[in-house]
C-alpha cells in the first residue's frame, strides 16, 4: 500500500528525500546504535551515495544525523559547524560493493570511547531507511519504531527475560529478531516496540551478567 506519506515526501530540508532526509535518519540510528555522537567515524558511500552525493546535501545529512539533528532541523545547513562545535571527527570516502548492494548504502565505522562498531544501511526513497547489518549480524532497523539492540552471549532464557521486563513496563513488542554466531557464542536481539522504553527498563536489561551492551534507538519522526 502507498501512503500519502510515500507520495509527498517527508518534511525536511532538502534538496532530495532519498540523499537528506534518509542519510540523515542513517546518521541518526547509527548514533543511537553507539550509544550517543561518535568520537569519530569513518563513512563509506557507495552508489549514488557515492556520485552525487555531494550535491545532493548527503555528506551534511549524514554528519547531522551524528550530531542529533532530524531531517527537518534547518541546522543541518551548518551540520559540519555544528559536528565541528561538537567534536565529532568524520572522514568520507567511496565503495564499490558490487552490484547486488542497494545504490544508496552507507557503512559507518563508529569510534566512540573504547567501542567499535560498524553499522550498514541504505536510503530506499521517499525518506525510508533500513539498517541491514551491525557488525555483521543481520538486522532490519527502519526507525520506524522505539527500538532496543542488545549483545549478548548467548544464554538460555534470554529472549524470555528480556520480553519480560518490556512487559513488567508496560512496552508492547512489534518485532523481535535473534541472530547469533553460533550456540553459547555471541547473538544480537532487536526489539521493536510500540511505546517508548524507559531508561528503568533499559537498565534492568543491562543488569544481566552475560550483557554485552544494550542500546535505545528512538523512533525517528
Not at 155 to 176: Q, R, W, Y
Request: charged share 20%; net charge negative.
Amino acid at each position: 500500500m502507498v501512503s500519502l506519506f510515500d507520495i509527498l515526501g517527508p518534511t525536511m530540508v532538502g534538496p532530495s528525500s532519498s540523499h537528506t532526509a534518509g542519510a540523515c535518519r542513517l546518521g541518526l540510528i547509527a548514533r543511537a546504535v553507539a550509544g550517543g555522537m561518535p568520537d569519530r567515524v569513518r563513512i563509506q558511500l557507495h552508489g549514488s551515495f557515492a556520485a552525487t552525493g555531494e550535491g545532493h546535501g548527503t555528506h551534511r545529512a549524514i554528519v547531522g544525523g551524528l550530531v542529533g539533528l532530524e531531517p527537518d532541523d534547518l541546522r543541518l545547513r551548518e551540520a559540519y559547524a555544528e559536528a565541528q562545535a561538537a567534536g565529532l571527527q568524520w572522514t568520507f570516502e567511496e565503495v564499490d560493493l558490487g552490484d547486488d548492494a542497494h545504490p544508496n548504502t552507507a557503512i559507518f565505522h563508529v569510534e566512540r570511547g573504547e567501542d567499535r562498531l560498524v553499522v550498514r544501511g541504505a536510503s530506499l526513497g521517499g525518506g525510508r531507511v533500513e539498517v541491514s547489518e551491525i557488525d555483521g549480524f543481520p538486522v532490519a532497523l527502519t526507525g520506524g519504531y522505539h527500538t532496543v539492540v542488545l549483545l549478548a552471549h548467548d544464554e538460555p532464557g534470554t529472549i524470555a527475560c528480556v520480553a519480560t521486563i518490556m512487559a513488567g513496563h508496560h512496552v508492547n513488542l512489534a518485532t523481535m529478531r535473534v541472530d547469533r554466531t553460533g550456540r553459547h557464542q555471541d547473538a544480537m536481539m532487536t526489539i521493536e516496540a510500540d511505546e517508548p522504553v524507559s531508561d528503568a527498563a533499559l537498565a534492568a536489561i543491562r543488569g544481566f551478567p552475560w550483557l554485552r551492551w544494550a542500546r535505545a534507538v528512538p523512533k525517528i519522526a
